[in-house]
Nanobody
């Protein structure tokens, strides 16, 4: 099957930048859509961004639009999340997700079939 491994998390000061990466292995072709979700302590898992593998169309949650950029590297089977102008409210565990099917519910966790282990992002004031 498909395995997803996130990297790039860490501690950063407010206003700083951080880039997360998601490496896919196995049957990568099974993931038609890739997404990023995050979950802060005491909060529900929240949609961040998504990208359709074929064509590269992207979508962002309103809370990160203009600050975050999702991209894909076809040659390396990787997805990245460039995060700029980070705020303390961005602090969360960030998860990479892959979906076999592309649907209108790409902003819901239930639309995805594969998940990474998560990487911690902490933004200090």
């Amino acid at each position: 099957q498909v395995q997803l491994v996130e990297s790039g998390g860490g501690l950063v000061q407010a206003g700083g930048s951080l880039t997360l990466s998601c490496a896919a292995s196995g049957r990568t072709f099974s993931s038609r859509i890739m997404g990023w979700f995050r979950q802060a302590p005491g909060k529900e898992r929240e949609y961040v961004a998504a990208i359709i593998w074929s064509g590269g169309s992207t979508n962002y949650a309103d809370s990160v639009k203009g600050r975050f950029t999702i991209s894909r590297d076809i040659a390396k089977d990787m997805v990245h999340l460039q995060m700029n102008s980070l705020k303390p409210e961005d602090t969360a565990v960030y998860y990479c997700a892959g979906g076999v099917y592309v649907s209108s519910n790409y902003d819901r966790a239930t639309a995805y079939d594969y998940w990474g282990q998560g990487t911690q992002v902490t933004v200090s004031s």
